[in-house]
């Protein structure tokens, strides 16, 4: 199976600003440059929902409350998803998970198969 493994949380104050890294490892991919990748988040007492992805092409999408914050970035050769935080807000605590679909596959709403452990982010008031 292929391995996604989050890093870069912690607590920030809000207004500040959070960088995650998704590292991406196996053999079943034959590369990650041609799969899409995504971020997802979920706090108690809230529903997950997607945060940014990367598809198949490179091109980018964002959820409507983290556009003009957050940037996602993959970085194919070294198979790592990023995720620029800035600006963050209360609201933006939860945990991250780090997302792929099979390769070659294009971005949907469908889940994808490939999860990380996820990585907490917390904001502070």
């Known amino acids: 199976q292929v391995r996604l493994e989050e890093s870069g949380g912690g607590s920030v104050q809000a207004g500040g600003s959070l960088a995650l890294s998704c590292a991406a490892s196996g053999n079943r991919y034959s590369s990650m440059t041609v799969t899409c990748m995504a971020w997802f988040r979920q706090d108690p007492g809230k529903e997950r929902e997607m945060v940014a992805r990367?598809?198949?092409?490179?091109?980018?999408k964002y959820a409507e409350f983290v556009k003009d914050r957050f940037t996602v970035s993959k970085d194919g050769a070294r198979r790592i998803l990023r995720l620029q935080m800035n600006n963050v807000k209360p609201d933006d605590s939860a945990m991250y998970y780090c997302?792929?679909?099979?390769?070659?596959?294009?971005?949907?709403?469908?889940?994808?198969?490939?999860w990380g452990q996820g990585t907490q982010v917390t904001v502070s008031s």
């Open positions: 997302a792929a679909y099979n390769s070659g596959s294009w971005c949907s709403d469908r889940d994808p198969p490939y």
């Open positions: 990367v598809d198949r092409d490179g091109t980018r």
